[in-house]
């Protein structure tokens, strides 16, 4: 029987044993009721001293707490990103602690090289960068042995690996290696060139990966840089068109024992410069497509270029003047002093680079592009010139390249663009250097046309360019070439039909000043040796004639103020270079003298020059290119515009305390010797006589005084040769002259002191003494002199320069007895005071009646000053035994 539904439900509410409780989904369930709890509560343990942290305390550690140890160590990790970032690390220790690479440089390099060739092109990267900014920097002045040796062996590995990018790679880090280490190639020269011929075979596999072959390619250029070459300072020197081709010709610093066998490197440069062409010839569909020229491409076609152009000139220099470097050549390469390049070097393989030539963008190309395309062209120009020193030129082939020299140096390119000024002088630099041995080769009428075009070329460009420069270096190996040089027929009349080479040179050095230094330096070192050479050729020597000098380079005068040239601010060696120059004019004005004279009196001028001018100008007059007259008065001129300042005991805050009286004395010595070697001392005497007279009774300071005095003196014999006018004149200024010297040297209480200054004195004296040695009769006048200044009335007194004769009576008694005392200590002038002993009597008695007159007033010090200069006046005299 079916239960009904009703019965069902009560059946449910009879009896529940348990509650079924229906829960939400995603609720927690509450813990059952017998539920063990199994939570532990417990306080932290902190033990400070087991830190890691502190374990590395005072370590040189990187950002992410890694020891450089630790950082090596991850350099061989498995995962790339943990490499990269461990070469990171290692850049911020060692740029934090510089000391960490002095102290484990070789094991870090150890462990460095293994990335050399890693897999990963950023670790690789990361590692160059590492190496470039912080490892090679900071060994550069180590010992570079153990550095080499370590690296070379993973970088020659890498130049083997199987992945073409791990090669190009290695070829840049060889590259940043000889950057440092130069010494690096020529130590392992025959292999790694070897292995740029084995990446240059294969270029054409991977032409479309143009970045990393033009890096392997730059390495290559300055690797053969390194190699020595007969024109390397040619045009390179002067040429900064190429980073790359300005490099370090001075490995011979770094070489060791074990050089390079130079017969193994010309063996695989002659396999070399076939695979060059090669590869350059497989860049010429790029040259001549519709479409622009790419900058990596023309990287690398002008790398290719440059390394030809560098194996030529190694090749055509072995045989040439430095054959000591080759001793291992092949003997075949000796016979009969032939140029390699006439045995290595193929005329096939050089002609598909010929047939190239001119290289010619198309007219819808852009500025840029020409500009390229003739930098091309230059260097394929450069191999050329170096090619046909050593080999028969052909004349088709010729005829092309000096039609585009020509018109090169007519800044005209062959299709006719004009080139910009600057790039243009830029590139043509190089091709200066070659012209004076290219128009030894040419026909006359192809010298012309070349010269008219090089002349050109040094009138119109800028002063302070290098063009000019490299100029001035073809015009001074054309007119005046080495002696170990080809030289120039000088009967020539070719070359010296362009004299404004040498006639320009003047100007160019004033306008050139003294803020490019070289440049005068180079002006004026050929114009000393266009002088030396004029001697020996008369062309020359009527072109040197007609160069003017202008004297605005020393000094000039505008409107009575002297306003100094270059001259003045040049270096040393270059003002001397410019005054040997002096000596080879034929005829010194009095104009050129007189700015000489203006430069010599100037104190910032060094005494080294100021003599030298002095030398070279006798040394002129000697030869006869300065006429007596003007001659006497440059001389006249430096003693009597020379301005002596004091010594330290008398500093002024104008010159710091220091002095040039010492320059001063020497300056008077050489002028007596020079004026008394030009002639016989008596009619030296009585030309001089008036001049030197004058000059002295115009109150000149008592320096210059002195320096005339002491010129007389020179001149002058025993007994006197001076005219009885001279004398008169004489008694009328020594007497200001000895009260001068006196109060400009006031006498001192230091003990110290006191002596310096006496002997200061005693050399202003000292030539007056000479005189009154040879004559007599001087003395006493002079002294008679003395005594009417004594007597005399101030405003009687003759005015004098510096205060020499006082207002006041006691300063001028105190300035005379000074000059007697001082007489009296000299053992020869003794001897003739005690033939004046009437003179000096009559001195003491003024003294006495001018202390004791009434007349004059004095204060009771200066009395005092009177009656105690007396008394030590009659101390002294009263030894002297009169007759």
């Known amino acids: 029987m079916v239960k009904t539904k009703a019965q069902s439900k009560k059946q449910q509410k009879r009896g529940v044993d348990f509650k079924k409780i229906r829960r939400k989904i995603g609720r927690k369930l509450p813990p059952a009721q017998n539920a063990t709890n199994t939570e532990i509560k417990s306080k932290a343990i902190i033990l400070p001293e087991q830190s890691v942290a502190s374990e590395k305390a005072g370590l040189a550690v990187s950002k992410k707490g890694l020891t450089l140890k630790e950082l090596l160590q991850q350099t061989s990790h498995h995962n790339a990103k943990v490499r990269k970032d461990a070469l990171l690390g290692i850049r911020d220790v060692l740029l934090k602690f510089p000391a960490e690479l002095k102290l484990h440089k070789l094991a870090v390099i150890e462990k460095l090289r293994e990335r050399i060739s890693d897999d990963d092109k950023l670790v690789r990267e990361a590692l160059y960068q590492l190496l470039k900014s912080v490892i090679f920097p900071g060994c550069k002045e180590d010992n570079k042995g153990p550095i080499n040796s370590l690296m070379m062996a993973y970088i020659f590995n890498g130049m083997t690996h199987m992945a073409i990018e791990v090669r190009l790679m290695a070829f840049k880090f060889f590259d940043l290696l000889i950057q440092y280490f130069p010494s690096s190639f020529l130590l392992y020269a025959e292999k790694i060139l070897q292995n740029y011929e084995d990446i240059l075979q294969k270029n054409k596999f991977y032409l479309q990966d143009k970045g990393r072959l033009k890096n392997a390619l730059a390495g290559l250029v300055r690797c053969l840089s390194l190699l020595p070459c007969s024109n390397q300072g040619e045009g390179d020197s002067l040429c900064n068109k190429d980073a790359t081709r300005a490099s370090l010709h001075a490995f011979d610093l770094d070489l060791s024992d074990k050089s390079t066998d130079f017969s193994g490197v010309v063996n695989k440069l002659t396999d070399l410069l076939p695979v060059l062409v090669s590869s350059f010839q497989d860049f010429s569909p790029l040259i001549h497509s519709t479409d622009h020229l790419d900058a990596q491409s023309f990287d690398c076609i002008l790398f290719l270029l440059q390394s030809i152009d560098l194996v030529v000139r190694f090749l055509d220099h072995v045989p040439g003047k430095n054959q000591h470097n080759f001793q291992n050549l092949p003997p075949a390469y000796q016979k009969n002093n032939l140029g390699i390049c006439d045995q290595s070097i193929s005329a096939v393989t050089l002609k598909k680079l010929w047939d190239e030539f001119p290289l010619s963008p198309n007219d819808c190309m852009s500025e840029k592009d020409g500009d390229r395309y003739f930098m091309l062209n230059i260097v394929i120009t450069e191999i050329f010139l170096h090619l046909s020193y050593g080999s028969k030129l052909s004349p088709a082939l010729l005829e092309r390249f000096l039609e585009f020299i ?96 040498i006639r320009e040179l003047p100007k160019l050095l004033v306008l050139l000043g003294d803020k490019h230094p070289l440049h005068a330096k180079s002006v004026l070192r050929l114009q000393l040796r266009a002088g030396q050479a004029a001697k020996l050729n008369y062309q020359l020597a009527e072109e040197y004639d007609n160069m003017k000098y202008i004297r605005d380079f020393y000094c000039t005068y505008r409107s009575g103020i002297v306003s100094y040239g270059p001259f003045m601010r040049l270096p040393r060696d270059i003002q001397e270079l410019s005054v040997c120059c002096l000596y080879y004019f034929p005829f010194l004005d009095k104009e050129l003298l007189q700015s000489l004279a203006s430069c010599c009196i100037c104190h910032e001028l060094e005494p080294f020059i100021l003599f030298r001018i002095m030398e070279v100008l006798h040394s002129a007059y000697k030869a006869g290119h300065i006429q007596i007259a ?254």
């Not at 000024?421 to 012209?435: D, G, P, R």
């Not at 006498?747 to 004559?775: G, Q, V």
Request: glycine content about 4%; hydrophobic content about 40%; aromatic content about 8%.
């Open 406 to 501: 020509e018109s090169s140096l007519s800044e005209k390119i062959c299709n006719g663009r004009e080139a910009g000024k600057v790039h243009h002088e830029k590139h043509l630099i190089s091709l200066v250097a070659f012209i004076p041995k290219l128009i030894m080769q040419v026909s006359v009428a192809w010298k012309s046309r070349i010269l008219q075009a090089f002349t050109t070329v040094f009138e119109e460009c800028s002063p302070e360019s290098s063009m000019k420069l490299a100029c001035l270096s073809a015009v001074e190996e054309m007119l005046l070439p080495e002696q170990n040089c080809i030289y120039l027929d000088p009967e020539d009349l070719e070359i010296f039909n362009h004299s404004t080479w």
């Open 630 to 883: 003007d001659y006497i008065s440059f001389l006249i001129t430096l003693l009597s515009r020379f301005q002596v300042y004091p010594e330290k005991i008398y500093p002024t805050d104008k010159h710091e305390g220091k002095s040039n009286r010492g320059t001063f004395k020497s300056v008077v010595r050489a002028v007596c010797s020079c004026l008394s070697q030009i002639g016989d001392d008596v009619l030296v005497l009585q030309m001089l006589e008036k001049i030197v007279l004058d000059e002295i009774f115009h109150k000149r300071p008592v320096d210059n005084v002195y320096g005339f005095i002491r010129l007389l003196i020179s001149l002058d014999s025993k007994p006197s040769r001076l005219s009885e006018q001279a004398i008169n004149r004489l008694i009328e200024v020594l007497p200001e002259y000895f009260l001068g010297v006196g109060n400009n040297i006031p006498d001192e209480n230091d003990e110290a002191t006191k002596l310096l200054i006496r002997r200061t004195r005693h050399y202003y004296f000292l030539p007056c003494f000479f005189l009154f040695d040879r004559s007599h009769m001087l003395l006493g006048r002079i002294l008679k002199v003395m005594e009417s200044f004594i007597r005399g009335k101030v405003s009687s007194l003759p005015p004098h320069q510096n205060g020499a004769l006082t207002k006041d009576h006691s300063s001028r008694i105190l300035s005379i007895v000074s000059v007697l005392l001082l007489m009296h200590g000299d053992i020869k002038m003794q001897k003739l005071l005690k033939s004046c002993k009437t003179e000096i009597r009559n001195i003491l008695e003024s003294m006495r009646t001018l202390e004791s007159s009434e007349d004059i007033t004095m204060t009771i010090e200066e009395r005092h000053k009177i009656r105690s200069a007396c008394d030590r006046l009659t101390a002294a005299v009263s030894t002297l035994e009169y007759d």
